[in-house]
């Protein structure tokens, strides 16, 4: 039995036998059209010893004919079917025609689109606003539980990272600093450089940017998987409010864990830095610890902290809408995670320039 | 035209944390054969499947398919061998980020041969084929009803023409008459171009209209394997259970 298919031209007639089936038809495709595209003015066409036709092949056959059935065909009636199937489809199919969008078009929905997000985003925190309300008359309502496994999961399992990058942060910035205030003869103001820009402004934003990485992208897959597979819907259905169950607790979870992040990294990051002062400028931990308070006031320390409660809940909110706002596909799920990880990190810039300016005053001696 | 078995399972065992799924189990599919595969809720049908298309590695025993062993190094050989299967997974399985006809067409778009043309035709015809119409392409995955869902895939399981068509649950979720269509569609299918196919169901109406064979799987491996009416009358707990008084509607 002959499995590959195969084309005849006889005088007045073409003659097709073979298996065509578009697995057999893809080794030698592009011969096999050619000698039907020769065939073209043929009306005398033999299909009765094809063993096999597929529709694919009746695709081919019937745009050979021009949409229309040769006059003299020859063909089994299991075949005639196939072909009959595509000979019922419409002519003219219109193309999927995809929308265009021009250069100020493209600027106009984006910017729509970042209002969207602004919008929604107040939208969430005055949701939030509501809920804490109703929390605060219904006490038992509280999600410990989950506000809990938050802290832990953005707190407790971000300490390792958090100390490493901030140890080598603290050590980097030491050394540089230490060679250029050698050469000024300047050695002991290494206390002061470390202590403020550590505490005030590298310590916070270190680990927001972290933060933003490790837990805002967790939360916005986390939120929008549960969206894909409509267990979001399940909660409602049970009378289960999403916001107080789902978006609440990582909030607030994320807005205490930050703080503490941010003493902590600090704390490491001052270690790193004493440690290579010690080795770069002989400066003993004694030195540096007893001159720390005298070289920056505790209101930086304030400031540090609060900018770590901030960030927290910044980086928890945007994380939770593009998390509520993703569609129901992959490519909607990953696109949302990398605007809520990039807009995160944005905005903590952002609230870091504010802070800078309202704070120009306090704690600097 | 190929003399080797399309399936034949030899002495297969899987097991999941311990637990045994399948024990020994041995099938043989010959070409042409329409069988349904029986079995009670969690007894290891959709994990068969998994085994015959590869995705799920058999702890021991061997697959062939059209003669070719899954694990056999070629790579060439092994992407040929999957482009002669179609299956239609149990929830659909549907591209989420494609719209319904970038679903059906993205096989077609892989082999890298088919014109845009071409691939439009044999896209609308599969979708008029599962009954659906030619704007329904354009919707998402997400935006479809559940039955709607099972035809796309069934579309798209049937983009490559595969000879070797696995189904999972086809019927589930489909109206009587849309169940009616599929029976006739996949039957035609099989007269044109002498399919085989492989499908698990639990509804009598596409078993009697579609089967030629059956195979019973229960206590961790094929219990019996032959022509309907042959099948009916084993004597295990599942079979008398499962036909039961629908016996004679069957025969
Ligand atoms: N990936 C997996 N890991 C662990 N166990 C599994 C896995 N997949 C399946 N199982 C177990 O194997 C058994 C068989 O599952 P399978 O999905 O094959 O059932 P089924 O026969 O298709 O059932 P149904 O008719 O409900 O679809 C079940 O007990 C299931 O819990
Ligand atoms: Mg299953």
Same mark, same amino acid.
């Given at each position: 039995m002959s499995t590959s298919p195969r084309l005849l031209v006889e005088p007045g007639r073409v003659v097709l036998s073979g298996c065509w089936t578009l697995a057999e038809m893809l080794p030698q495709l592009a011969a096999l059209e050619a000698k039907l595209v020769a065939c073209t003015s043929h009306n005398d066409w033999d +299909?009765?010893?094809?063993t096999r036709l597929d529709s694919a092949a009746a695709v081919l056959l019937w745009r050979t004919w021009g949409a229309r059935w040769p006059d003299g065909l020859v063909a089994a009636e299991l075949h005639r079917q196939v072909l009959k199937r595509v000979a019922e489809l419409p002519q003219e199919i219109a193309e999927q025609a995809r929308p265009r969008l021009r250069f100020p078009e493209m600027v106009g929905a984006l910017l729509l689109k970042a209002v969207g997000n602004l919008l929604g985003m107040i939208a969430l925190f005055g949701q939030l606003l509501l809920d804490a309300a109703y929390l605060v008359r219904?006490?038992?309502?509280?999600p410990w539980k989950e506000f809990t496994a938050n802290v832990y999961k953005a707190g407790a399992q971000a300490l390792a990272v958090t100390a490493l990058v901030g140890f080598l942060i603290g050590v980097t910035i030491s050394y540089l600093s230490a060679l250029q205030l050698k050469s000024f003869g300047a050695d002991l103001f290494i206390v002061n450089i470390l202590g403020i820009s550590i505490i005030r402004e590298l310590g916070p934003v270190l680990v927001a940017v972290l933060v933003a990485g490790r837990s805002g992208s967790a939360m916005t897959a986390q939120i929008g998987v549960m969206r894909v597979t409509e267990e979001i819907d399940v909660l409602s259905t049970m009378g289960i409010s999403r916001t107080i169950r789902v978006v609440l607790p990582k909030i607030f979870g994320l807005t205490v864990a930050m703080p503490l992040l941010v003493l902590w990294t600090s704390a490491v990051a001052m270690f790193g830095g004493m440690l290579a002062a010690l080795l770069q +400028?002989? +400066?003993s931990f004694a030195y540096f610890v007893d001159n720390l308070p005298r070289a920056v006031p505790v209101a930086n320390l304030v400031i540090g902290l609060s900018k770590g409660v901030v960030f927290g809940f910044v980086i928890a909110i945007v994380a939770c809408h593009f998390g509520l706002h993703v569609k129901p596909n992959t490519e909607s799920l990953s696109a949302s995670t990398t605007s809520a990880v990039v807009t995160a990190i944005t905005t903590v810039i952002l609230f870091d320039a504010i802070f800078a300016v309202f704070t120009r005053n306090i704690g600097v001696p | 035209m190929n003399p080797s078995p399309v399936i034949e399972l030899n002495g297969v065992g899987v097991s999941f944390g311990g637990k045994?799924?399948?024990?020994?189990l041995s099938l043989r599919v010959e070409e042409g054969q329409i069988v349904g595969l029986l079995g009670g809720s969690g007894s290891g049908k959709t994990t068969l499947l998994r085994e015959i298309l590869g995705l799920l590695q058999p702890d021991s025993g061997t697959i062939r398919l059209f003669g070719i062993d899954?694990?056999? #190094?070629?790579v060439d050989r092994q992407r040929n061998l999957r482009r002669r299967l179609g299956m239609l997974f149990q929830q659909g399985a549907?591209?989420?980020?494609?719209?319904v006809f970038d679903n059906i067409a993205f096989p077609l778009r892989e082999l890298?041969?088919?014109d845009a043309d071409w691939i439009r035709r044999l896209v609308h015809l599969k979708l008029a084929m599962v009954g659906?119409? #030619? @704007?329904? !392409?354009?919707?998402? #995955?997400?935006?479809?009803s559940g039955g709607m869902v099972k035809r796309v895939a069934l579309a798209r399981a049937l983009a490559l023409e595969p000879e070797l068509l696995l189904l999972d649950? #086809? @019927?589930? !979720?489909?109206?009587p008459d849309r169940s009616q269509n599929f029976v006739e569609l996949v039957g035609s299918l099989q007269r044109e171009l002498g399919l085989t196919v492989v499908m698990v169901t639990h509804d009598l109406n596409t078993l009697a209209g579609l089967a030629t064979h059956v195979a019973v799987l229960a206590d961790q491996r094929i219990i019996a394997f032959g022509p309907k009416d042959e099948v009916m009358t084993v004597d295990h707990p599942f079979v008398t259970g499962f036909f039961g008084a629908d016996r004679r509607k069957l025969l």
């Open positions: +299909l009765s010893e094809i219904h006490p038992q309502d509280v +400028l002989d +400066l | 045994a799924v399948h024990r020994d899954l694990n056999d #190094p070629d549907l591209f989420s980020a494609l719209s890298r041969c088919l659906l119409e #030619p @704007t329904h !392409g354009k919707l998402m #995955p997400a935006e479809l649950e #086809p @019927t589930a !979720g489909l109206d």
